[in-house]
C-alpha cells in the first residue's frame, strides 16, 4: 500500500508565499511520475504542475513564474514553493504520483488529467486573502 503524505499550507495575504510538500512511502517503481493539483470550491479538480521521472517540469499557465515544482528523489519527496499568491490561488492542494513516466491523457493545459494518478495525498489548503 502506498502512502502519499502531504504538509504545509496554511493562509497567507496576497503577495505572500508557502511550501507544500508530499511524501510517498512504500512505492516500488524506480520511475514515478508525480504531480499537484488543486480543487477550489465547486470547481473541478486541476493540474498545476508536474515532476517526471527524471526532474522535468510542467506548469498550468496560472502559476508560470510564481510556482517551482521539485523533487528529492533519494526521499520520495515533492515540493511546491509557491510566491505571490493570489486570492485565486485559494484551494485545496493534492499531492499526486504514479508509477512509471509522466504520460497519459492531458487537459487543455498540457497537464497530465487526475485519472492519470493513482495515489493521492490527503489534501491541504491554501487560503489567499487579499
Known amino acids: 500500500q502506498v502512502d502519499v503524505v502531504q504538509s504545509g499550507g496554511g493562509s497567507v495575504q496576497a503577495g505572500g508565499s508557502l511550501r507544500l510538500s508530499c511524501v510517498v512511502s512504500r512505492i516500488t517503481s524506480v520511475n514515478v511520475c508525480m504531480g499537484w493539483f488543486r480543487q477550489a470550491p465547486g470547481m473541478e479538480r486541476e493540474g498545476v504542475a508536474e515532476?517526471?521521472?527524471?526532474?522535468?517540469?510542467k506548469y498550468a499557465d496560472t502559476v508560470k513564474g510564481r510556482f517551482t515544482a521539485s523533487k528529492d528523489s533519494t526521499k520520495n519527496t515533492l515540493y511546491l514553493q509557491m510566491k505571490n499568491l493570489e486570492p485565486s490561488d485559494t484551494a485545496m492542494y493534492y499531492c499526486?504520483?504514479?508509477?512509471?513516466?509522466?504520460?497519459?491523457?492531458?487537459?487543455?493545459?498540457?497537464?497530465?488529467?487526475?485519472?492519470?494518478?493513482?495515489?493521492w495525498g490527503q489534501g491541504t489548503q491554501v487560503t489567499v486573502s487579499s
Open positions: 499526486a504520483a504514479n508509477a512509471g513516466y509522466c504520460t497519459g491523457d492531458v487537459s487543455p493545459s498540457g497537464l497530465l488529467l487526475p485519472d492519470e494518478f493513482g495515489w
Open positions: 515532476v517526471d521521472y527524471d526532474g522535468k517540469t
